[in-house]
């Protein structure tokens, strides 16, 4: 059973950098596909990036790409969220999730058993 551990979330200024970590406190994460997704306050949640087991990485915010990138240090068992150039419209809360390391990388929600409890971006002067 993963227990998947957000942080990196913070108070930044527009134009801002953070880096999101992802960490499971039982099993090794590098055997799993780990997505990133946020959800506004009011919104819907939405995926934001994705690396599967072998590496390949997936970035699904049309607005994001380039902003957004995603790691993963296998030393340390870790997935990262580094976002850039933040924008107020990036403020939400930060989750990331987990599915079986065969499985492809999806932006849908419901393909990840597993969820981490979040970690709060806030973009704003």
């Known amino acids: 059973q993963l227990q998947l551990v957000e942080s990196g979330g913070d108070l930044v200024q527009p134009g801002g950098s953070l880096r999101l970590s992802c960490v499971d406190s039982g099993f090794t994460l590098n055997n799993y596909t780990v997505g990133w997704f946020r959800q506004a306050t009011g919104k819907d949640r939405e995926g934001v990036s994705c690396i599967n087991f072998r590496g390949g990485t997936f970035t699904y915010l049309d607005f994001g790409k380039g902003r957004f990138t995603i790691s993963r240090d296998i030393a340390k068992n870790a997935v990262y969220l580094q976002i850039n150039s933040l924008k107020s419209e990036d403020t939400g809360r930060y989750y990331c999730?987990?599915?079986?390391?065969?499985?492809?990388?999806?932006?849908?929600?419901?393909?990840?058993?597993?969820w981490g409890q979040g970690t709060q971006v806030t973009v704003s002067s």
């Open positions: 999730a987990a599915r079986p390391g065969f499985s492809s990388c999806t932006s849908v929600g419901s393909g990840y058993p597993w």
